[in-house]
């Protein structure tokens, strides 16, 4: 099995006629993904190499019974097109686009929290989700990944989110489901909605996930593996030598406390009893001792 | 992107919020003039993006005109942590009977608004919170819902701050929240706040970082983005579009996305090597992108290779190749490249490269092998 998205997931791509849309809004049709439509409101009754084009995505919704969309508006765009997608009846938004404001993420997530209960948001600014063989949602490029599981991978980076998928196929460990949380301040997914699926999933025995310094998205992830997984975790976890970053003002600093380094997270993981590689190469090879021994 | 002091209190200034009267000069003529305008005693204050101004003798309080002299003269130009003052800001000295702290922030494990008020502030409020966690009220605002009065006036309340203080204090921290969203701020924050003793409440000082990914709604901002500090490289690598950070040692790091950058520091130093610098490309790189992330890396003198870790997901293969190939007849570069290569359009890229592969030039197939391969020739190159 999969999480969040299989091969019966139908998508609607909002942007689909822009160029990064199309772009990879067929490279994911080729891949396998139900591609079934995109919206724009200028191109409706077009199509896009014979995906269909609507207006909105209430009307793709209701002509093709898209469950998930994919985001490539830019990113003054996003918050109108995060709640066009909820209020057009998709339970899964994907949003790719980078550079959205901070303040549109914390609105628009607490807005789907609360009159959107079921919807699922993943990003912004996140490479999106790919189940492989199955559905590949989002700029993954789907070759570099294994199909088939044990694994289930968790990241908060986009290229060291291909970094893992990679180093798993060279040895030969296909995935379940990997999921590229971004790392925006306000994630619409967290590392623990992901492990919470993985450790539901029945084909998932083995997560990896991947962090980079600051915030303490980490941390909370560690706390979740310590008291409700039992699955085994591999962890990575970016930016050990890199320099302190910018400290945003006393508040930041008092929000964080002491944590956000890249040394406090690999402690709160391994006392959680997950591995951690000290590079993403390490981590593949930790996974297959781990896989090894199922 | 952060403001100076005086930005903030004039941004404060334009929501009502109490501010003292004062004004932004750059020489020491206008700064007397401006001394002798506001009436004395006048603080002197330097305008640096970075802490600790006090102790560096970058605050003084002049009682007259030749004070005003004498001060602004020490302070302009004044270097503190690096950054040299350029600005001072003469401001009327207030009186003060007690201090605060107010601020507003996002809270990223809560995903919404953080905002911290305490009784105890005009110190290092780490210090408070490490030590007397309990001093700062905190109040939790949801981002649809907003703040409301009575909200802030329990927050008050929970503060204990002097009662004389309490109608200021809400007025303020409103005011404050609307600036925090209406300016689209990552941090909003007063310390002090302060109650004068004919019991006015006002913001002594500002501190104010903007989110940079909301300039496109604030096209006044560009007047801050034009003044942030940032050494020559990273100034040009910003004009780019680049997100480049110096380091002081000698590999060129050149990578598509944060994570991979700061993963390929890790594994620099990891195989014993140093690296230069982080630079990330970002996702929409393409060939005029890769030359000019290579014309910065080759401006530092430190260089003795570079390498470029490329894997594609926005980024394509083919385009990572032609720019650096385009690259390379536009930049005299001489420290030999070792690339890595992998994700979309790989292939076409490695295929682009092959028959420009030499010793200046080499193709690695893995991240370690790339680092083990680039750390050696910089330790060659400086041999």
Redesign the interface.
Known sequence: MSIFVDENTKVVYQGLTGS?GRFYGL?NREYGTQVVAGTSPKKAGTDVDGIPVFATVADAVSATGATASCIFIP??GVKAAVMEAAEGGIEFIVVIT??????DE??F???LR?KYPNVQLLGPNC?GIISPGKANIG???GH?AKAGGPVGIV??????T??AL?ELKQKDIGVTTCVGIG?D??PGTSHIDCLRAFQDDPETLAVMM?G??G???EE?AAEFIRTQMDKPVVAYI??????PGKK????????S?GKGTADAKMEALRDAGALVG????EAGDLMAQVVAKL | MDLFEYQGKLLFGSYGIPVSPGEAVQNVEDAVAAADRLGYPVVVKAQVLTGGRGKAGGVKLANNSAEAREYATSILGLDIKGHIVGTVWMEKASDIAEEYYA???????A????G?LSAQGGV???QV?DENPDA?AKIQV???IGLSEEACRDWVKRAALNPAATEGAVDILMKLYKVY?DA?A??V?I?PLILTPEGKVHALDA?V?L?D??L??HPDYEQYDAIQHRDERELAAHKKGLQY?G?DGSVGVI??????A??T???I??VGGT?AN?LDI???ANADVMAGALEVIVSDTNVRSIFINI????TKGDEVAKGILEALTRVTIEAPIVIRL???N?DEGREILKPHLSDRLQMQP???EAARCAVELAGKASS
């Open positions: 990064q490279l990113a003054p980078e550079g959205v404001p901070a303040h914390a609105w997530f607490n807005e609360q490479p700029i993954t490029a570099i990241s908060r980076s986009g290229t060291l291909y970094q990679y790392g301040p306000v991947i980079e310094i915030g303490s998205a909370e970016a930016g050990v030598t890199a320099p945003m003002g006393h508040a930041g600093a008092i929000v406390g000290m590079n993403p190469t | 601020s507003f922030t996002l809270d990223r494990s995903k919404a608004y953080l911290m290092e409020i780490e919170a700062i949801d981002p649809v969203v689209d990552d941090l924050e310390n501190k970082t989110d990914n909301a496109f709604r950070v380091l990578a598509n996305g944060a994570g991979l700061m993963s520091i890790d594994i130093n990891q690296p982080f970002g996702g929409g894997f594609g997901g926005i992998d994700g979309t790989a893995t991240m370690l």
